[in-house]
């Protein structure tokens, strides 16, 4: 049995230490890649705020086609940029939330590039792990290029060793 409150209160904690990770971020490096290899800053992060769009078409979608769509998006070049794009993209999602039912969140979602399915799984479970996992995962990384780029690091499931002075 599904509980939507449980569900929100989880997505609230993750959307909350998102936008503290991306206010952290330096306007100055968003051209800056640790490997050559990896996405830029700016990159990553425009990644990581545009998976709140893939949370949405979960929640209001019966699936994602990833042939219809961009691979990647262009970067977004400021941390005012993002910070605006999350914002809104968060208050948009607060509503497809408060909208959905728990029939709707029990119900298939599709991931699917083309002809090929890539998975099949309820809407709440393809919200957390494709929609809520993959943007805690983006944001770890986030984390570690503001480690490597001498930046403090905020503390998103408690202090981070910047905010206690360490």
Do not use: C
Not at 17 to 37: C, I, M, S, V, Y
């Amino acid at each position: 049995m599904l509980n939507k409150d449980l569900l929100i209160g989880d997505v609230m904690h993750e959307w909350s230490g998102t936008r503290r990770l991306l206010a952290g971020l330096p306007d100055g490096n968003f051209d800056w890649r640790p490997h050559e290899k990896s996405y830029t800053l700016g990159e990553l992060a425009t990644h990581v705020v545009n998976l709140l769009n893939w949370q949405l078409s979960i929640l209001r979608d019966p699936e994602i086609d990833l042939a219809a769509i961009p691979a990647r998006r262009t970067a977004l070049t400021s941390r005012q940029a993002l910070l605006d794009e999350f914002d809104t993209n968060i208050r948009e999602l607060e509503r497809a939330l408060d909208a959905v039912d728990e029939a709707a969140l029990a119900s298939d979602w599709t991931l699917r590039r083309g002809d090929t399915i890539m998975a099949v799984q309820p809407k709440a479970m393809a919200f957390r792990t494709v929609g809520m996992s993959h943007m805690v995962h983006h944001r770890a990384q986030l984390g570690v290029y503001l480690r490597l780029l001498d930046q403090p690091v905020p503390g998103v499931y408690g202090p981070s060793a910047d905010e206690l002075g360490l």
